[in-house]
């Protein structure tokens, strides 16, 4: 099976599960494949938990080439997705009420590369204060 077809085969994938909590409370986690999948999903007023996956932000041809392949996105392009007043980020930032960062090194091309997008990240949703008095 050559890159194009696992590709293919992942955006078919229905990852869209229900979960019950120890409290038994029922959960949504769903995946979606861009924002405006997402956007049109979650309701205006609902509490959002984001999961970013820094490989997110790597070219669809390089993603699945493995870890010294993988090309990310132009820091522009990342920056525009992230931008706290895009179109994105300003309909969920203020109703985020928690948020993990998955570095993914081996389908970001190495560390170096899933820490330069990790950067990106900083800045446009912390401002650059991730690691601040660190």
């Not at 392949?69 to 300003?90: F, T, V």
């Amino acid at each position: 099976m050559n890159n194009s077809d696992n590709t293919d085969d992942f955006k078919n994938l229905n990852l869209n599960v229900s979960l019950k909590d120890g409290d038994g409370f029922d959960h949504e986690v769903k995946f979606f494949q861009n924002a405006e999948s997402l956007l049109n999903a979650i309701p205006t007023e609902a509490p959002v938990f984001l999961d970013i996956d820094l490989d997110f932000f790597i070219t669809e041809e390089t993603v699945n080439l493995g870890e010294d392949k993988a090309i990310p996105k132009a820091d522009e392009e990342i920056e525009s997705m992230l931008a706290r007043k895009g179109p994105l980020m300003d309909k969920l930032w203020d109703r985020t009420v928690g948020l993990t960062i998955a570095l993914e090194p081996t389908y970001c091309g190495g560390f170096h590369r899933s820490l330069h997008i990790l950067e990106i990240v900083n800045q446009q949703l912390f401002h650059g204060g991730l690691w601040a008095g660190a």
